[in-house]
Protein backbone atom coordinates (compact mmCIF):
# COMPACT_ATOMS: atom_id res chain seq x y z
CA UNK A 1 0.00 0.00 0.00
CA UNK A 2 0.96 3.45 -0.57
CA UNK A 3 0.30 6.66 1.82
CA UNK A 4 -0.21 9.75 -0.27
CA UNK A 5 -1.86 12.76 1.09
CA UNK A 6 -4.41 15.35 -0.34
CA UNK A 7 -1.55 17.60 -1.58
CA UNK A 8 0.41 14.54 -3.39
CA UNK A 9 -2.69 13.44 -5.19
CA UNK A 10 -3.65 16.64 -6.67
CA UNK A 11 0.14 16.67 -7.78
CA UNK A 12 -0.53 13.30 -8.81
CA UNK A 13 -3.09 13.65 -11.19
CA UNK A 14 -2.28 16.98 -12.69
CA UNK A 15 0.84 15.02 -14.39
CA UNK A 16 -1.12 12.79 -16.37
CA UNK A 17 -1.02 14.17 -19.24
CA UNK A 18 -3.79 11.93 -20.38
CA UNK A 19 -7.01 13.00 -18.51
CA UNK A 20 -9.44 16.12 -18.85
CA UNK A 21 -10.16 18.24 -16.61
CA UNK A 22 -13.38 16.28 -14.89
CA UNK A 23 -11.30 13.17 -15.23
CA UNK A 24 -9.11 14.62 -13.25
CA UNK A 25 -11.67 15.95 -10.78
CA UNK A 26 -12.92 12.30 -10.76
CA UNK A 27 -9.06 10.48 -9.96
CA UNK A 28 -8.65 13.09 -7.34
CA UNK A 29 -11.83 12.44 -5.72
CA UNK A 30 -11.80 8.88 -5.89
CA UNK A 31 -8.05 8.53 -4.58
CA UNK A 32 -8.92 11.17 -1.77
CA UNK A 33 -11.70 8.44 -0.96
CA UNK A 34 -9.52 5.31 -0.92
CA UNK A 35 -6.70 6.84 1.26
CA UNK A 36 -9.40 8.17 3.52
CA UNK A 37 -10.99 4.83 3.75
CA UNK A 38 -7.92 3.04 4.53
CA UNK A 39 -6.35 5.07 7.09
CA UNK A 40 -4.76 7.27 4.44
CA UNK A 41 -3.52 3.89 2.51
CA UNK A 42 -4.34 2.98 -0.81
CA UNK A 43 -3.80 -1.21 -1.85
CA UNK A 44 -2.80 -2.20 -5.17
CA UNK A 45 -6.07 -4.05 -4.91
CA UNK A 46 -8.36 -0.71 -4.24
CA UNK A 47 -7.04 1.07 -6.62
CA UNK A 48 -7.44 -1.66 -9.78
CA UNK A 49 -10.92 -2.25 -8.40
CA UNK A 50 -11.99 1.61 -8.83
CA UNK A 51 -9.99 1.92 -11.90
CA UNK A 52 -12.03 -0.89 -12.97
CA UNK A 53 -15.19 0.80 -12.07
CA UNK A 54 -14.71 3.95 -13.68
CA UNK A 55 -13.93 2.21 -16.58
CA UNK A 56 -16.90 -0.29 -16.62
CA UNK A 57 -19.08 3.12 -16.65
CA UNK A 58 -17.43 4.54 -19.70
CA UNK A 59 -15.78 7.83 -17.35
CA UNK A 60 -12.25 6.58 -18.17
CA UNK A 61 -10.03 4.89 -20.82
CA UNK A 62 -7.74 1.47 -20.68
CA UNK A 63 -4.67 4.14 -21.20
CA UNK A 64 -5.91 6.87 -18.42
CA UNK A 65 -6.36 3.38 -16.14
CA UNK A 66 -2.97 2.22 -16.30
CA UNK A 67 -1.35 5.64 -16.10
CA UNK A 68 -2.91 6.40 -13.07
CA UNK A 69 -1.75 3.10 -11.72
CA UNK A 70 1.18 3.64 -13.09
CA UNK A 71 1.78 7.12 -10.90
CA UNK A 72 0.36 5.56 -7.52
CA UNK A 73 2.43 2.49 -7.92
CA UNK A 74 5.71 3.37 -10.29
CA UNK A 75 7.37 0.16 -9.61
Do not use: C, W, Y
Not at 19 to 36: A, D, K, P, W, Y
Not at 57 to 73: L, N, P
Amino acid sequence: PVRLTREAIKKLVLDIESLNQEQRTLIRVSLERLSHSSDGHISPEELRKELSRLRAEHRISEIDAKAVTHAVFPS
